[in-house]
């Protein structure tokens, strides 16, 4: 419903942080530096929201564009789910989706996950996973994003449908077909 009223309004509602949140930004920036500093011959772009070349209303904001061909996920998490992160070999899969998202929205094909946390011994602190685009996994998260955007302006449309009385002005909203761009 959040996202239903924040496109009503054209307004977002501020991100709730906690103190986590607001460490892994505070660390980000040593985490990409460090990660420039490891890798060999890397350019890293800090960029913003990029939209999905087709689907309208679907777009990401990767924490920066890599070269010409790769993209950059940074997380800061807690010690725990950092060791785990090391000792699996993987992101969770929360994560695997979100760069699999901006793998889409900027054509790019891979994503250097970064997972920091300055707490531990240098040797421990930074770990880095090559994410390679699986276009299966491409596939699903397109078709899951249409259904979604779908039950959006459903929901939309809805809302759309009250009966304007003379003591309320109605405004109503139109969504972009979600296919077309």
Known sequence: MQLVCETLTGQRE???TNQAIERGIA???QARAR????????????????PHPSIALFGASPDGL???DGLIE?????TTTHIETILTG????EYLLQMHGQMMCTGRNWCDFVSYDDRLPPN???YKIRIIKDDDLVNEIEQAVQVFIEKLKSEINKINQYVE???QTRTSVTLPDASAN
């Open 66 to 68: 890599v070269n010409d």
């Open 35 to 50: 990660y420039c500093l490891n890798e060999f011959d890397v350019t890293v772009t800090e960029v913003g929201f990029i």
């Open 90 to 93: 993987k992101p969770k899969y």
């Open 165 to 167: 009385t003379p003591w």
């Open 27 to 29: 660390l980000e920036p």
């Open 14 to 16: 501020d991100i709730k």
């Open 124 to 126: 421990l602190a930074y």
């Open 74 to 78: 940074i997380k800061c998490p807690n």
